[in-house]
């Protein structure tokens, strides 16, 4: 149980019933025996900024931020890491000394960490990377797949509008190109790494028509839906042979740098911990 000293932390976001993050932090906190706490903050949007002033005044160590408030809490901060302000939104805050917010983008951290312990050897510099949709979940992955050096990185999406708006924000080298998502197979076809960041194949949505023929065997497929854990098109990847990576990883390893900030731990992410998230 937590003191009167303990630090405390929270997740901000509407609806936030459903996040794993009190779990998750939860979890940790636990483990290490850290004297803290992790609380859900319901917070509507017209009561996000009020809300994010007050996590200094109420002595939060922090905050992890999700939908809807991840672009409103990056205007709110008063420093910004280069990988938040490349992704134009934060997910981690942390209060320093001064009292003010500072913001962290660490989706990106954790969508590479989760490919690292899931296919441990796999090298993002290998080959084209193929990421399907244009959303804040694409931002994230497609700036960390710059970042350790991808060769090439296309973004398939529904609206084309919406991935040349992402890519005309990301691109500095002129890496990265553009397609519809009904055209994948061009885009497969010498591709190392897929990458589904669309909600297509998360419970209760529509699934994700994708025929994998033209993509090489030797290809990783990688999944940020973990609901379920095994998508179709992973169970897909995987019938044909193809590497595999499920979505759930990275959510864990996303809240690494944000716990290792308020409570001066960088925790381990175990399967022992993904089952105790997936009992939540
Ligand atoms: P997130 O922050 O999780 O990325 P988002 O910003 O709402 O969420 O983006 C959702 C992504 O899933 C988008 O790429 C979206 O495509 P559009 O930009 O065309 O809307 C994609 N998506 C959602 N539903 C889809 C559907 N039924 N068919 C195709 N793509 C879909």
Redo the contacts with the bound molecule.
Sequence with gaps: MPSGAARVAGVIGWPIGHSRSPRLHGTWLAWYGIDGAYVPLPTPPDRADEALRALPALGLVGANVT?PHKERAFRACDTLTDRARRVGAVNTLSITEMGGLHGDSTDGFGFLENLRHGAPGWDVTRGPAVV????????AVCAALLEAGAPAVRVL???VA??ETLVADLDEGGVMTVAP?ADAAAALIDAALLVN????GMVG??SLVLDLAPLPPDALVND?VYAPLETPLLAAARARGNGVVDGLGMLLHQGRPGFQAWFGVDPEVTPALRRAVLDD
């Design positions: 939908v399907l949709g244009a959303g804040g979940a694409a931002r999406n529904r609206t919406r991935a998502l960041t669309t909600s297509l949505q529509p940020l």
